[in-house]
């Protein structure tokens, strides 16, 4: 990624689909387990959408793992009193103590490191009985057009829900529930503002053009090709 493309993510409320109401979705079904101990780290977090989320919402202290600074940055003059810390650092390589977290969440990071890839590295994190919680693009059902082939290339791990569900059985997790994200998660959330941004940042950078059409391609196939793909819950314990 560009420091162009950083700093445009970086104006955005967001930097992949989600919502509150789907983070929370999915954080009903660990909150029970949480003491007011209880550490959880998100990985990928951003500028902090999904930790300020689940810092509102529980009594746990997150740590908020991303590789970018600037996002960091705007994340901790965001975080006010919210019990949020945070550590730059690459998903992949993660030097941090091993069975130390009750959760592991992971909303969009998935997909940068291959599903498989994500819940094998991350499984050491998290304490005996522990939960992940992450999202991964995946293709909904076996049919797709050629269209959204594309994906393919820029994710050639990409899978079908239930493979993701067996890949998690298969590595020592018991898969408890996944759901797809909303229409509203993807668009208001996310394109919206993107759509809003790309004509400054033509405007200004016509280097980033190639970086634009991609984005516009995206949201495109995202309208007319919605039923084939989405990003989808996934929530395991460890066992």
């Not at 509150?20 to 902090?48: F, H, N």
């Not at 079908?160 to 590595?171: D, F, H, Q, R």
């Not at 993107?194 to 059409?213: D, G, K, Q, S, V």
Request: glycine share 6%; charged share 25%.
């Amino acid at each position: 990624m560009t420091e162009i493309q950083e700093r445009f993510f970086y104006d955005l409320p967001q930097q992949g689909p989600g919502s509150d109401y789907e983070t929370l979705k999915a954080l009903a079904y660990v909150k029970q387990s949480l003491q007011w101990d209880s550490r959880i780290l998100d990985i990928g977090c951003g500028t902090g959408r999904d930790a300020f989320c689940l810092a509102e919402n529980t009594d746990a202290a997150i740590t908020a793992v991303d590789r970018s600074k600037l996002f960091l940055e705007k994340l901790n003059y965001l975080k006010g009193e919210r019990s949020v810390e945070t550590l730059c650092a690459d998903m992949r390589q993660l030097d941090l103590p091993a069975e130390s977290f009750d959760v592991v969440w992971a909303e969009g990071a998935a997909p940068k490191m291959g599903f498989l890839n994500a819940i094998k590295a991350w499984y050491g994190l998290i304490k005996p009985q522990g939960y992940l919680v992450l999202t991964d693009l995946v293709w909904m059902g076996m049919y797709r057009p050629y269209e959204v082939t594309y994906f393919q290339k820029v994710y050639p791990q990409m899978s079908t829900a239930s493979s993701c569900l067996a890949a998690l059985e298969v590595e020592g997790y018991r898969p408890i529930a996944s759901f797809s994200l909303s229409d509203h998660a993807w668009r208001s959330n996310f394109y919206d503002a993107i759509a809003r941004n790309l004509p400054r940042l033509e405007r200004e950078h016509p280097e980033e053009r190639t970086f634009a059409r991609v984005l516009q391609k995206e949201m495109q196939l995202r309208a007319d090709y919605a039923e084939y793909y989405n990003m989808v819950f996934f929530i395991a314990q460890k066992i």
